[in-house]
């Protein structure tokens, strides 16, 4: 594999992509979980579409309601730290 550089730099770009929108995962899940009562609309539209890419069988697992309005959505921080680890597996793979 290391004599190949094309597919060495596939493996680095699709990691750091992975690792990214991980990030956004866990992200979407902090700004679900404090976002104020009259703007939560549009947290509707966040859950929406993020869960859209979640696996089916991960979708609405560890989803917490809590005492001030919001919801923690620990799936999508499920999700976003396992696309983290891929992405750093990827990385990794394609340094060694």
């Not at 094309?6 to 992200?27: K, N, Q």
């Amino acid at each position: 594999m290391k004599d190949n550089p094309i597919l060495l730099r596939i493996l680095r770009i699709v990691g750091i992509t992975i690792a990214v929108i991980g990030a956004l995962y866990i992200i979407a899940a902090t700004i679900i979980l404090f976002i104020p009562g009259s703007q939560r609309v549009f947290a509707f539209e966040i859950q929406r579409i993020f869960s859209e890419f979640i696996p089916f069988i991960l979708r609405g697992s560890f989803v917490y309601a809590l005492p001030f309005g919001g919801g923690l959505r620990g799936d999508f921080i499920l999700y976003g730290v396992i696309l983290i680890f891929l992405g750093k597996f990827l990385r990794r793979a394609a340094r060694n």
